[in-house]
Each structure stands twice: as structure tokens, then as C-alpha cells.
């Protein structure tokens, strides 16, 4: 196991090699200057982990909304007032600011000023989907942390009612591609989601009624838990069967229209990302085909290196909800 594990590095590193360079984040960036920093974070994260099994979809949610906001760089951490960044409708629901800052108080007492907020909260998601029984990887580090976070630069978050082709650009706008997207939707296969976001879906759908996309086994299922009406604060697993744990069954209910979430459910409107789900399907896909994990690991590989700032760039908060 140790050798596939690095191996397996290996070859990631060769495949990200050029953009990693280009970017100045490093495998290994705090081996001097903070060499626990690794164990520091995954410590506390397993921690919170124990003590909220939500937590783990919550960490890797944060990463990716940080990221697709002034790319990597904590700027979702920031209490700004009315300008916060976290105070964006796209950012509803997002939580684990208290984990991250919990990390950052360790590291600070052991590495005064050495580890970014955004390292941390890279650090934290990669943690997470160990926790829920995912794969484990080394990431590159040396993000520094942004000095800007404005609730006006959040208006173009991918959403839960995007149709195929805006999450497409959404995604390209951030030099992401269409792998990028089903395999970064794929990490829907821990969390929930709350029936706020299920409501149109369910009963106001374009054309009235539900949407017809959603398998006919599945539909009674999702009103009973959010009915007409109801709570919809109530939440429900978004990966039908194991919303705890980390596997591949999210895709396969995308593909058999088990998806809970509209843009999920939207991977199959388009041949290009319906053929990319169908590739990790086929019947030489074990030996031959694509590997989910490995080109999971790639994909949120590339997601953190969106807009990072490095060098001289940004600064290194004391504290990850403000400015220095």
C-alpha cells in the first residue's frame, strides 16, 4: 500500500507539475519551517470530524468555495462586515470557518506565521475525504492568503440551478474542464443538502410539476422527506445509498437519475459529461479505464491551484478571519 501511495504521488506530481511550477507551490513546502504541519491540521480535523460526522462534507465544501471566489486564498474566512465574502447567496450553509481557525491556533503556536489560512483549508478537505474512508494524497503547498474579500466578487459560485452549459463556463472561466466538473460534482458523495434547494425541483419545476428527469423510485422519496410546505431546512443525503462515505455510487445515481441535486442531474443533459461518467463504468473500466480516485485526486489537485497567491503575494494571517 505504501508503494502504490507513492507511486501514485509520483505520478501526480509529474501531471501537475508544469502549472505547480508556474504557481510556486511546492510537495513538501513546510518541511522545514513547520514539518507538522500536516499532522497539526489532520489532528484537528479528525477531531471535529469525531465530534460532527457532517463535518468532512463541510470542510470540503469550504475548499471548493473558497477556491471558485478569488481562487485559493482564504478570502471566504474573512469577517469583513457587510462586505464579507461569506455573506454571499451562494455561500449559504457554508460552515467549518470555526475548524480552520481551531488549526490555525495550533500552527501558530508551533509556526508563528509560517502556515497560510489557505494552505489550512486545503489541507483540512484533503483530510476530510480521508476521513470518509477516500483516498489519501500530498498536496502542494505555499498559498498565501488574500487581502481582499468582497461579497460582490461571489456572484458567479456555480449553483444547484445552473444548467449544463453555465456550469461549463463557470467551470472554464476558471481554467477548469468538463472532466474537472463531473468529477469535482462527484464530491457530492458525502454531505446533504437542504430541502430549500430541493423545493423547484420537486413541485415548481419549468413546465409545472417535478422534474422528469428525476427516476419515478426516487421521486416519492425526496417529497416525503421534503414535502410540499415543509421544513426546508430539513436536510437529506445527497448520495443516495452512502451519503458518508466516500465512493463512485454518486455518478452511477447521476447516470440511473437518482441525482438529487438539479445540476447534478445536469451531468446527463450533455454527451461530453455523460461520457465521462459512462467511462468509469465500462466493463474493462477496473483493468483498462480512467481510475475514479486517481483522477478525483488530479482534479482537486487542479482546483487548488486556482488563482493562488504566492511569494511576495497576499500576506499570512495571525488569525484566518482577518486581515493582518
Known amino acids: ?113 509560517i502556515v497560510s489560512c489557505a494552505d489550512i483549508v486545503a489541507m ?40 449544463i452549459d453555465v456550469l461549463k463556463r463557470k467551470f472554464a472561466e476558471k481554467g477548469m474542464n468538463e472532466k474537472d466538473l463531473v468529477l469535482l460534482t462527484a464530491a457530492h458523495t458525502i454531505g446533504t443538502t437542504a430541502c430549500f434547494f430541493m423545493t423547484n425541483r420537486l413541485y415548481s419545476f ?18 416525503s422527506q421534503c414535502p410540499r410546505n415543509g421544513d426546508v431546512n430539513v436536510r437529506l443525503g445527497i448520495d443516495r445509498g452512502s451519503p458518508g462515505k466516500f465512493d463512485i455510487s454518486i455518478l452511477q445515481n447521476i447516470r440511473n437519475g437518482f441525482a438529487v441535486l438539479a445540476s447534478d442531474a445536469s451531468l446527463n443533459d450533455d454527451p461530453s459529461t455523460r461520457a465521462i461518467m459512462d467511462s468509469y463504468f465500462s466493463p474493462l473500466s477496473p483493468i483498462l479505464g480512467p481510475s475514479f480516485q486517481r483522477d478525483f485526486i488530479n482534479s482537486i489537485l487542479r482546483m487548488g491551484q486556482i488563482g493562488t497567491k504566492t511569494g511576495s503575494q497576499g500576506e499570512i494571517r495571525r488569525v484566518c478571519s482577518a486581515f493582518n
Open 124 to 163: 483540512a478537505a484533503r483530510d476530510a475525504i480521508v476521513s470518509a474512508n477516500g483516498p489519501d494524497y500530498d498536496i502542494p503547498t505555499g498559498r498565501r492568503d488574500g487581502r481582499v474579500s468582497d461579497v460582490s466578487l461571489a456572484s458567479e459560485l456555480p449553483d444547484v440551478s445552473d444548467s
Open 1 to 113: 500500500m505504501a508503494k502504490l501511495m507513492v507511486l501514485l504521488n509520483l505520478l501526480l506530481f509529474l501531471g501537475c507539475f508544469a502549472s505547480i511550477s508556474q504557481g510556486q507551490l511546492q510537495f513538501g513546502f513546510y518541511a522545514q519551517s513547520c514539518p507538522n504541519a500536516k499532522s497539526i491540521v489532520r489532528s484537528v480535523v479528525n477531531d471535529a470530524i469525531r465530534n460532527d460526522a457532517t463535518m468532512a462534507a463541510v470542510l470540503l465544501r469550504l475548499h471548493f468555495h473558497d477556491c471558485f471566489v478569488e481562487g485559493c486564498d482564504g478570502s471566504i474566512l474573512v469577517d469583513n462586515g457587510a462586505r464579507s465574502e461569506k455573506l454571499a447567496f451562494g455561500h449559504q450553509g457554508v460552515r467549518g470557518f470555526d475548524v480552520i481557525e481551531r488549526a490555525k491556533r495550533e500552527l501558530e503556536t508551533r509556526c508563528p506565521g
Open 206 to 223: 419549468p413546465g409545472g410539476g417535478s422534474d422528469p428527469s428525476i427516476n419515478p423510485a426516487l421521486l416519492p422519496e425526496l417529497q
